[in-house]
Every structure is written in C-alpha cells, then in structure tokens.
C-alpha cells in the first residue's frame, strides 16, 4: 500500500534516509560542490533544501509528502503552485521503480491539485525517462519537447 506522509522533520529524516539508501544526489537535489555521493555536506544541503522549500513558513513554496510503501520511505511528491496551475515532481529509490509506485503516487498528486482548486496540473522530465513519459501520457498529458525537456499538462475539471 502507498501512501504520502505531510513533510514534518521527522519525514524529512526518513526522507533523508530513504536517499541515502536509494538514490545518487543529483537525482534528488541541486548539485553541491564536492566528490560524488552522500557526503556529510550533501546530507546537510539535502535538509537545507526541504526545509527552506517545505517547511519553512517564511520560504515554503511547495507542499512536500514523502512516499510511503508498506510503512517504508520510498521517495518524496512535491506540489508546486504557479498561477492557476500545479507542478509535481516525484522521486523514487532505485529499488522503489518499475513497480507502478510512480501511477498511485501521481494518482494521489492529482486529486490534492484537484481538492486544492487548481486549473492544470503540470510536470516536466527528461527526453529519456520513459517511464515518466509513459506515466503522464497515461494519465491523458498533453506532452511537448524542447530538446532533452518534455513537459506534461493535464487541464483539471474543477
């Protein structure tokens, strides 16, 4: 069973955990400086990020939830307000992918974007990550690629 979890410092530790186990950084953060992998400043830049974004009152921008999977961190979903409009963003742990987690959780994603009143529900991913690509043509997207960008947008009934 997958559920999202609201983003609360006790999440986000096991939002951390779940990265570190899963995922390389640049796959779920912005670069930092510094060799490869879970360094202890990546670490510290990983809960800077969420926290200023999420969780902080005076610079939250989105609505954070890690994902859960039989009661097991498995990845973040983010919503993201822009005008009438929500961008989501899902990550997942290596072993987290291919097992139709991504479906429910954006399944979920939309029916926040819809209780909450927005108008569109936007996405974007790469060129390349045809799962991603698949997921959101599945869910009736419209999609337009601008070199490796693809963009997704699904008008929402109110």
Same mark, same amino acid.
């Given at each position: 069973m997958?559920?999202?979890?609201?983003?609360?410092? !006790?999440? $986000? @530790?096991?939002?951390?955990?779940?990265?570190?186990?899963?995922a390389d950084p640049l796959e779920v953060m912005p670069p930092v400086d510094?060799?490869?992998?879970?360094?202890?400043?990546?670490?510290? !830049?990983? $809960? @800077?990020?969420?926290?200023a974004r999420s969780l902080d009152p005076a610079t939250a921008v989105e609505r954070?939830?890690?994902i859960d999977t039989d009661g097991t961190a498995v990845g973040a979903a983010r919503l993201e307000p822009h005008g009438d409009a929500v961008e989501a963003g899902i990550w997942l742990t290596r072993a987290a992918r291919g097992r139709g987690i991504g479906?429910?959780?954006?399944?979920?994603?939309l029916a926040e974007a819809r209780a909450g009143g927005a108008a569109r529900f936007i996405a974007t991913t790469t060129a390349g990550n045809a799962g991603a690509r698949s997921l959101l043509a599945g869910i009736g997207a419209a999609l337009t690629a601008d070199g490796d960008e693809v963009s997704a947008v699904v008008p929402l009934e109110p």
């Open positions: 997958t559920s999202l979890t609201p983003l609360d410092e !006790a999440a $986000l @530790a096991r939002l951390l955990e779940a990265a570190e186990a899963g510094g060799p490869p992998g879970w360094t202890p400043a990546r670490r510290a !830049a990983f $809960l @800077a990020f969420h926290r954070t939830w890690v479906r429910q959780v954006t399944a979920l994603l």
